[in-house]
């Protein structure tokens, strides 16, 4: 029974994390998956700075977008923000280049959510 209960737990968060990542935008699922596998990522406290993610996000992002640095520039912090709006992430430091972190949740859960989202294929460029 108490296996039984356990399992049930598991999967009832498990529900609460697929529901949580399906709710985000594409880009955003995105952005996530990326920053769930940048190297190193554990080892730094789940914090990175916005180039580590620029440069990590460029494979899947389509050429016209990137060869204009500043619209890209944008376009980062503009997915950044959306994950700190949905709290996902949280901001540490506001420079230029900011400092992020994963939100306390995420972290306890980061398996889960390595999980729950799926491989992605480029198919064009």
Not at 60 to 83: A, P, T, W
């Amino acid at each position: 029974m108490l296996a039984f209960l356990a399992v049930l737990c598991y999967t009832n968060a498990m529900d609460l994390i697929k529901k949580r990542v399906v709710s985000l935008p594409f880009a955003q699922q995105v952005a996530l998956y990326v920053i769930l596998r940048m190297p190193g990522l554990e080892s730094k406290g789940f914090s990175f700075l916005s180039s580590e993610f620029a440069s990590a996000f460029k494979p899947y992002v389509r050429k016209h977008v990137i060869s204009n640095l500043d619209e890209y520039g944008k376009f980062i912090g503009g997915i950044l923000s959306g994950l700190m709006r949905n709290k996902i992430l949280s901001k540490l430091s506001g420079d230029r280049d900011k400092l992020w972190t994963l939100n306390n949740e995420v972290k306890e859960n980061v398996e889960k959510y390595r999980n729950t989202l799926f491989e992605i294929k480029v198919y064009w460029k």
